[in-house]
């Protein structure tokens, strides 16, 4: 089965280059109409640059349909703006790709506070805002799918990104409670952990491996994932063609009686308390507390 975005409106973030321009002339070349936002800044989140239209030139040069947009995501009233401009042309917003990305890194005792605000200005405040400004359209639409973008990093860390990490697994967090809250509408919305060369790690890949880890090979992941049939609430990696799913577990744990109940306690009952077997994963915060009621009646 081919999977079309004919008659389907999306709004992809960071389009100007990288993962995003990959995902935008896919769904464009699969019907969509796209809206290219990049403000075109340097990887640090500084300048300005016509990324955005460079990659609405290429979509109209392919005979697909796509409007450009050179506002910044930690900007809330342009994205407002944005999502109004879609919608005037194209009557709605079915897609919203947030992907937009910059980077500060520094090691912990060297990143300055600012740096650290500024990184999760733009990852996750950056995704609340655009998500904001789409959010009732798609509940009056009864349908919409949303894509957020963490790493690696956020979901399990790496040096020197310690502001890049929090905002990262920000945004899985905010995955989850805005599927709870989608779900009635409609709204279905999931994380993407690529790994592509491009800008962004164009210094950490060796030149093969840049090859191998091009940004289309992530495409098919975040193209299933706003698809009509796209699952919910789930975290799945990609790059370079290989594809797997991350979860948030909780182990069965333990017990403790009221004797135990005290660090030694706990430093006693260690092995029981992180033992993985028969670990779930909840689907609501509300699932901890079900599984700890279920404890304290014997089961
Ligand atoms: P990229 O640097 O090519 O793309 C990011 C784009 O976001 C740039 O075109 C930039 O101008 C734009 N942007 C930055 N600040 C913006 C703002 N305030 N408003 C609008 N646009 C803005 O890098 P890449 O690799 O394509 O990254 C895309 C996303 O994927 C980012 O969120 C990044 O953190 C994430 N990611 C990438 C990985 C990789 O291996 N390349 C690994 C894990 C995550």
Known sequence: MTISFKDRVAIVTGAGGGLGRAYALELARRGAKVVVN??????????????ALKVVAEIEAAGGEAMSNGGS???YEQMVE???KAKERWGGVHILINNAGVLRDKSFAKMEPADFRFVVDVHLNGSANCTK??????????????LMTASSTGLYGNF???NYGAAKLGLAGLTKTLNLEGAKYNVRVNTIAP????????????????KAFAPENVVPAALYLVSEDAPSNMIIGAGAGAFHAAYVTMTPGVLLPESERTPEGIAAH????????????????????MAILKLLQGG
């Open 38 to 51: 990049d403000l075109g800044g340097a990887r640090d989140g500084t300048g300005h640059s016509d990324a």
């Open 133 to 146: 400004a789409v959010w009732d359209t798609m509940r009056e639409q009864a349908y919409g799918r949303i």
């Open 73 to 75: 995501v930690t900007e």
């Open 160 to 162: 020197g990104q310690a």
């Open 270 to 289: 260690w092995a029981e308390i992180t033992d993985r077997s028969g670990e779930i994963v909840p689907q609501s915060g509300g699932e901890q507390s």
């Open 195 to 210: 790994v592509a060369g491009t800008r962004m790690t164009e210094d950490l890949f060796p030149p093969e491996a840049f």
């Open 82 to 84: 944005m999502v109004a």
